[in-house]
Antibody, heavy 121, light 111 residues
Framework: QVQLQESGPGVVKPSETLSLTCAVS??????????WSWIRQPPGKGPEWIGY???????KYNPSLKSRVAISLDTSSNQFSLNLVSVTTADTAIYYC?????????????WGQGTQVTVSA | SYVLTQPPSVSVAPGETATIACGGN??????VHWYQQKPGLAPMLVIY???DRPSGIPGRFSGSNSGNTATLTISRVEAGDEADYYC??????????????FGGGTRLTVL
């Protein structure tokens, strides 16, 4: 049973750094058949892909966020993390971590429950 | 960047067929994935590779993709199908990698 669980602060001040972690169980972040993504969903809007990390540490980011985002892998804890710097109120959203599998064309087949992050002073 | 366009809303009566379109430039050349999202929950994959269903998804859900339009079809619609539906593709980038793109979403209302 694959499970993903996001964790991190629910409130971040403007101009500070948003940091979230996704703990994975039932699958290994070192597997070469998965891509591990962060996705966010602002209130009342559709999902927005933030970026992914592959088992070798290779990353790819949404061009609109590329200058502010970093995703890293912690293989010892089987988790991956998101850092988003210089946040503004526009970064307020539910943040999801999700798995993409090569056998499904990297469709997001498992998602975390999501964590609400509010940017507010 | 690549854009996927969906109608904001679709309404159908129970037992009828719902068709949700996802438009994009030559989207037929890409693999389209579809997600269902109910209020307060994470999106859930219902179709991948244009037309394949994950385990546990009813056969009433089907997909197709050709030209500039991909389509999610829900046959014999039930009240429990009421949700937001999103299409998604991986767009090839200039460095031969891929970036994820979602459509704006379609709210399915069961009358």
């Amino acid at each position: 049973q694959v499970q993903l669980q996001e964790s991190g602060p629910g409130v971040v001040k403007p101009s500070e750094t948003l940091s979230l972690t996704c703990a994975v169980s039932g699958a290994s972040v070192t597997s070469g058949i998965y891509y591990w993504s962060w996705i966010r969903q602002p209130p009342g809007k559709g999902p927005e892909w933030i970026g992914y990390i592959y088992n070798n540490g290779r990353t790819k980011y949404n061009p609109s966020l590329k200058s502010r985002v970093a995703i890293s892998l912690d293989t010892s804890s089987n988790q991956f993390s998101l850092n988003l710097v210089s946040v503004t109120t526009a970064d307020t959203a539910i943040y999801y971590c999700a798995r993409g599998a090569t056998v499904t064309g990297r469709a997001f087949d498992f998602w975390g429950q999501g964590t609400q992050v509010t940017v507010s002073a | 960047s690549y854009v996927l366009t969906q109608p904001p809303s679709v309404s159908v009566a129970p037992g009828e067929t719902a068709t949700i379109a996802c438009g994009g430039n030559n989207v037929g050349a890409k693999s389209v994935h579809w997600y269902q999202q109910k209020p307060g929950l994470a999106p859930m994959l219902v179709i991948y590779y244009d037309r394949d269903r994950p385990s546990g998804i009813p056969g009433r859900f089907s997909g197709s993709n050709s030209g500039n339009t991909a389509t999610l079809t829900i046959s014999r619609v039930e009240a429990g199908d009421e949700a937001d539906y999103y299409c998604q593709v991986w767009d090839t980038t200039s460095d031969d990698d891929h970036e994820g793109v979602f459509g704006g979403g379609t709210r399915l209302t069961v009358l």
